[in-house]
Structure formats: structure tokens, C-alpha cells
């Protein structure tokens, strides 16, 4: 065989399996039906319904004295503001501060949420409740009223968590007559935590 017969043949020897590596490299498209499904976001409506009843199971255990239950709702990065005190930031604060105040049998507790507004994305939410504490301290009689405002986030795993928690307290006569909700919403934008929550055509939910 020629020489430039010879060099050609092994050439193409050469290429083939080289094309068939390529070839093999290649990873066909999977057919539309046998992709995982995607998760799907639910609606401010379903969205609201859950986080309702995040914030229920946590009013339920902090009726019960259970601290544990109470700080569930947490994220792990989560942070919370009370009046006059530095923020807490990490869960051990969080959950020493929730122990101390159920430990005092004599102070009892009331949350009454009255708003709750979803983004349109259903990815962040805001939670407006009054908490009301009446007892004793000593011998101390206690009565105090609390506006809290909760930010929350949905999880990967879907779940609701509290990022950012801001507790103001109401003076006595405000308390007494304050009728109208803050707005949840101017809550959401400005909160440290949450990373832009849609608020664009966002309403309050009903």
C-alpha cells in the first residue's frame, strides 16, 4: 500500500473512535415527562394559611410553657428586638430569653395577632401582633403592651421561619386606644434581614 494511502487509512482510524468519544460525550434531552417536577410557589392565600398557623403553634406553646415549641419558629440567623435591650441573634439568646419569661408563673401573656401581608412572590410575609403582659414582678404589679412585628421567610423545605422580630412598647394610653394595625408592609422594606421583599403590588392580606 502507498505510503499516503497507508498515512490516510490511519487517520481515519484515528477519527472515528475520537467521534464516537464526542459522540458518547453528548447527553441526549430527557423528555419533558420524565423531568422532576418543579416546586411551585403558593399563593399569598396558601401562604397566609400557613403562616397563621406557624404563628398559632406558637402562641399554643408559649400557653404551655414550651420553650421549645416557641423558638421553632426561628431561623437560625434570626434576630429580635425588644424595647430597651440589645438584639438578639443568635438561638441560645433567644431561646434564654423566651425560658426566663415563661419561668415566671406570676406574669401572664397574651398574643393577639391582627394582621398578616404576604409578597406577591410568596417569599416573604409580615406578621403584626399585640402582646399583652399583666401579674406580678415581686411585688411589683405589671401591665405592659407590645406591638411586634415578625418578618418571615419561606424555607427551601417550604416552611415558614422568623428572620427579623421587632418589639415596640406601646405607651398606656396608646395602647388603650391604638385601633389601626401598623403597616406591614413599610415593615417588610425596612427590616435589616430581609433581602427585597416584593411590595410593588402587594396588598395587606384579608
Known amino acids: 500500500m502507498p505510503s499516503s494511502f497507508r498515512r490516510l487509512a490511519m487517520a481515519g482510524a484515528l477519527v472515528l473512535p475520537f467521534a464516537a468519544l ?20 403558593p399563593t399569598p392565600e396558601a401562604a397566609k394559611q400557613d403562616i397563621d398557623a406557624a404563628l398559632r403553634a406558637k402562641v399554643e406553646a408559649l400557653n ?21 435591650e440589645p438584639p438578639l441573634t443568635d438561638p441560645a439568646a433567644i431561646r434564654a430569653m423566651y425560658a426566663s ?21 410568596a417569599d416573604f410575609a409580615v406578621t403584626t ?23 418571615w421567610q419561606r424555607q427551601t423545605d417550604g416552611l415558614w421561619k422568623i428572620v427579623s422580630e421587632s418589639n ?20 417588610a422594606e425596612t427590616a435589616e434581614t430581609a433581602a427585597r421583599p416584593e411590595t410593588g403590588t402587594a396588598k395587606p392580606a384579608a
Not at 130 to 150: C, F, R, W, Y
Not at 168 to 187: E, N, R, V
Open 22 to 41: 464526542a459522540a458518547c460525550d453528548k447527553t441526549p434531552d430527557m423528555p419533558e415527562a420524565m423531568k422532576p417536577a418543579k416546586e411551585e410557589a
Open 64 to 84: 404551655k410553657g414550651d420553650v421549645d415549641g416557641a423558638v421553632a419558629v426561628y431561623a437560625p440567623d434570626a434576630t429580635i428586638i425588644m424595647p430597651g
Open 101 to 121: 419569661m415563661l419561668g415566671d408563673d406570676d406574669v401572664d401573656m397574651q398574643i393577639t395577632p391582627y394582621n398578616t401581608w404576604v409578597s406577591v412572590n
Open 129 to 151: 401582633s399585640k402582646i399583652t403582659l399583666d401579674g406580678m414582678i415581686g411585688e411589683e404589679p405589671v401591665h405592659s403592651v407590645t406591638t411586634n412585628q415578625a418578618v
Open 168 to 187: 415596640t412598647a406601646q405607651a398606656p394610653d396608646a395602647a388603650s386606644s391604638a385601633t389601626t394595625p401598623p403597616d406591614a408592609a413599610a415593615a
